[in-house]
């Protein structure tokens, strides 16, 4: 059973900088695509960044710049390099991995940013 887990979140302030991981389990293979997504308290799961296997990234207009995705194929990783965080930011981050058999959500990790 394939099972996502990320890490990395947490309390910080305005201007700060943290660094989100997703890691597989299991037997999963054909990973495509690694996505980052985000959702704010009563606001709908936003796409934030994403990455294919051949390293190809998409983000989120607002958010070009301060966020970095990048994928670490061998280890089946995803990470999410978040800088000069601002209060709007503070959302529950998950990963989703597609691969050829299905697509794999994890169950979110809290980030906050508040001074």
């Known amino acids: 059973q394939v099972q996502l887990v990320e890490s990395g979140g947490g309390l910080v302030q305005p201007g700060e900088s943290l660094r989100l991981s997703c890691a597989a389990s299991?037997?999963?293979?054909?990973?495509?695509?690694m996505n980052w997504y985000r959702q704010a308290p009563g606001k709908q799961r936003d796409l934030v960044a994403s990455i294919t296997g051949s390293g190809t990234t998409n983000y989120a207009d607002s958010l070009k710049g301060r966020f970095t995705i990048s994928r670490d194929n061998a280890k089946n990783m995803a990470y999410l390099q978040m800088n000069s965080l601002e209060p709007e930011d503070t959302a529950v981050y998950y990963c989703k991995f597609e691969t050829y058999r299905g697509r794999y959500w994890g169950q979110g990790t809290q980030v906050t940013v508040s001074s």
């Open positions: 299991g037997s999963i293979l054909g990973i495509y695509g």
